[in-house]
């Protein structure tokens, strides 16, 4: 399967670690995971998203991106084919408008219920599937549901709460559609699995749905807790409710100052675009 990696953070700062250097790097991960490599970061709430369907160990525009980047929000995903040819369009993390996304995953016997998947999605969505992954037509279910809450609900004060229940009530719906989840370690790789990060550069979402994921959101002792401004409590120590300063995901643990927890099915965490942590379990089939 594939490999994710997120990074939110209220502070500019590099990811050429957690990308390159670090134990269980992406770029060491693509030795297994071969098949094409995305990096997305915002600058000025924008995303700039750079893909290729080289292997990341072999490519150095993945070795230049990683040493160059310098943001609040990355995504980065290196991709183990399971639906769909090597292609551009077909390489991860997906993009539309602000909103940037990357799974995990598989759509069991994709092509017989593809066409169910794709009622889900808002007609003029529908033009904007470009390539030939189940990924890509989780991603614009995700949208379509984003979309309808926000026009039934139209103030701008909740709209934390009404992305988030979006979210949640298309995974529901995708759930539904393709049936329980697969959990198990040496699972086939055909099997349903829905891992998947989601930002539109604020706030950043992740759903454990099969495959593994783990977060961080503080450190043993941060090195830079001297001299930064936006250094809190919150950075030595764990959070269950209230703000953090940074939010990382990854499909393994990082080496580094980063204390990580591992995800359990069904786990649904992130932070919003006030950097306020939130963590629930939705209530999903697991085989």
Wanted: aromatic share 10%.
């Amino acid at each position: 399967m594939c490999r994710i990696f997120g990074f939110r953070s209220v502070i500019l700062s590099q990811v050429h670690k957690s990308l390159i250097s670090a134990d269980n790097a992406l770029m060491s991960q693509s030795s297994n995971h071969p098949d094409g490599w995305g990096v997305a970061y915002y600058i000025d709430k924008t995303p700039h998203v750079i893909k290729s369907t080289q292997s990341a160990i072999k490519d150095q525009l993945f070795k230049k991106i990683s040493g160059i980047v310098s943001s609040q929000t990355v995504i980065a995903h290196i991709r183990k084919a399971t639906q769909g040819e090597l292609s551009i369009l077909n390489s991860h993390p997906f993009q539309y408008g602000r909103w940037v996304f990357a799974h995990n995953g598989n759509i069991k016997n994709f092509e017989h219920i593809k066409n169910k998947l794709e009622d889900l999605i808002e007609p003029k969505l529908k033009r904007f599937f470009l390539g030939e992954t189940d990924s890509e037509i989780i991603f614009l279910i995700i949208l379509t549901f984003i979309e309808k809450h926000i026009q039934k609900n139209q103030l701008e004060s909740c709209f934390n709460f009404v992305i988030k229940n979006a979210v949640k009530d298309a995974i529901q719906a995708i759930v539904q559609t393709i049936g329980p989840l697969n959990t198990h370690e040496k699972a086939l790789p055909s099997e349903n699995f829905l891992t998947f990060l989601l930002t539109n550069g604020e706030l950043m979402y992740a759903l454990q749905g099969g495959q593994p994921l783990h977060y961080s959101s503080h450190k043993v002792k941060c090195s830079e807790r001297e001299a930064c401004p936006s250094f809190s409590a919150s950075c030595e120590q764990p959070v269950s409710q209230g703000q953090v300063n940074h939010m990382i995901f990854s499909s393994e643990p990082l080496h580094g100052e980063n204390v990580w927890m591992k995800m359990a099915p069904g786990d649904f965490i992130g932070v919003d675009s006030d950097m306020y942590f939130s963590k629930e379990k939705i209530n999903l089939p697991f085989l």
